[in-house]
C-alpha cells in the first residue's frame, strides 16, 4: 500500500513540475467568516481506534516511507490541545530522521497572534539555528492554521507546511465549537483588553494573522493539506487549498488525525518531495 502510495504522489508531483504555474490560481486562499457546519462530533468517538491502528502498521516504525535529512519539523497542536497529543508524531518524525521540534505554545486557547508572537517564533528560531537552512511545519486543526499562517509570514525560513483537518479557508465547524470559541474570545478580551482587536478569534478579525492566511503560498514552499471527509469537528471542505496537487484525503476523523497512519504515510513522503527541491 504505501510503495503504490509513494508512487502516486511522485507522479502528482511530476505532474505539477509540467504543468507549470497552471494551478496558481487555484492556491487562492479566502477565508470565511465563522459558520456554523451541519456536523455531528459524535463520530469523533472512534478516533482510539486510529490510535490502536497506527500501532499496528508498519509505517509507524519507519517501514516502507522515504528517510529524513535531519531537517526541523515544528508541530503545532490544534484547538484547546497541547503539545502533548502529539507526542507519537513528534516520535514518528525523529525515528524517520527528522528533528522534531514540539511548539511551546503551551495550551492553543489564545490569541493566535500572541500565541506566534510570543511562544512559537522562537521555537522556530531555534529550529532555524540548530539546523542552519529552512524548517517545514505540520499543524493539526487550529494548529494548521497557525502553521500556514507562520508560512505567509516567514516565506524564507519555511520550505513546506503540512496541515492535517486544519479549516485553512474559513471556520466552519460544529456548533459546539462555535459556543466553545466564543467562551475563548471572551476571555482573552477580558485578559488581554485593548491589546489585542475586538474581532479577535473570529473569522472576521483584521490583525496580521488573518491577513497572512489570505496570501498565497510562494511556488518555493510545499502545500500540503490533508483531510477526511468523515470530520465531525469542521467542514471538510473548508480544509482542502483547492489545489489537486496539494490536497489529500484520508480516511478517519478530525481528532484521530495526529494518529492517522495514511497521513502519517503522506507526510513523509511530502517533506521527502520537499527536501529534494531545495
Known amino acids: 500500500m504505501l510503495d503504490r502510495l509513494g508512487t502516486k504522489l511522485r507522479r502528482k508531483q511530476k505532474k505539477k513540475k509540467a504543468t507549470g504555474s497552471s494551478n496558481k490560481g487555484a492556491r487562492k486562499h479566502t477565508h470565511s467568516v465563522d459558520l456554523h457546519a451541519d456536523i455531528s462530533p459524535w463520530t469523533e468517538a472512534v478516533f482510539a481506534a486510529e490510535v490502536l491502528l497506527l500501532h499496528a502498521t508498519p509505517v509507524y516504525y519507519g517501514f516502507g516511507v522515504p528517510r529524513g535529512d535531519d531537517s526541523a519539523v515544528v508541530i503545532i497542536p490544534g484547538f484547546l490541545g497541547?503539545?502533548?497529543?502529539?507526542?507519537?508524531?513528534?516520535?514518528?518524525?525523529?525515528?524517520?530522521?527528522?528533528?522534531?521540534?514540539?511548539?511551546?505554545?503551551?495550551?492553543?486557547?489564545?490569541?493566535?497572534?500572541?500565541?506566534?508572537?510570543?511562544?512559537?517564533?522562537a521555537t522556530i528560531e531555534r529550529a532555524l539555528a540548530e539546523t542552519g537552512r529552512r524548517?517545514?511545519?505540520?499543524?493539526?486543526?487550529?494548529?494548521?492554521?497557525?502553521?500556514?499562517?507562520?508560512?505567509?509570514?516567514?516565506?524564507?525560513?519555511?520550505?513546506?507546511?503540512?496541515?492535517?483537518?486544519?479549516?485553512?479557508?474559513?471556520?466552519?465547524?460544529?456548533?459546539?465549537?462555535?459556543?466553545?470559541?466564543?467562551?475563548?474570545?471572551?476571555?482573552i478580551l477580558k485578559e488581554h483588553g485593548q491589546g489585542v482587536l475586538p474581532d479577535c478569534y473570529t473569522g472576521r478579525c483584521t490583525c496580521s494573522f488573518v491577513d497572512s492566511l489570505k496570501r498565497d503560498i510562494p511556488d518555493s514552499m510545499f502545500e500540503t493539506a490533508i483531510y477526511t471527509r468523515d470530520d465531525g469537528i469542521v467542514d471538510w471542505?473548508?480544509?482542502?487549498?483547492?489545489?489537486?496537487?496539494?490536497?489529500?484525503?484520508?480516511?478517519?476523523?478530525?481528532?484521530?488525525?495526529a494518529f492517522n497512519p495514511s497521513a502519517y504515510a503522506i507526510v513523509a513522503e511530502r517533506l521527502a518531495m520537499a527536501q529534494s527541491s531545495e
Open 135 to 187: 524548517i517545514h511545519l505540520i499543524g493539526h486543526s487550529l494548529g494548521g492554521v497557525i502553521a500556514r499562517s507562520v508560512a505567509g509570514q516567514r516565506p524564507r525560513d519555511v520550505a513546506s507546511v503540512i496541515t492535517l483537518a486544519a479549516p485553512i479557508r474559513g471556520t466552519a465547524t460544529s456548533r459546539p465549537i462555535l459556543h466553545a470559541a466564543d467562551a475563548i474570545r471572551l476571555r
Open 237 to 257: 471542505r473548508y480544509c482542502r487549498t483547492m489545489n489537486s496537487e496539494s490536497d489529500f484525503e484520508v480516511p478517519g476523523t478530525h481528532i484521530g488525525m
Open 82 to 121: 497541547t503539545d502533548l497529543y502529539l507526542m507519537e508524531l513528534h516520535a514518528w518524525l525523529g525515528r524517520i530522521g527528522y528533528r522534531a521540534y514540539f511548539s511551546g505554545i503551551g495550551i492553543n486557547a489564545e490569541c493566535p497572534n500572541l500565541l506566534v508572537q510570543r511562544h512559537l517564533n
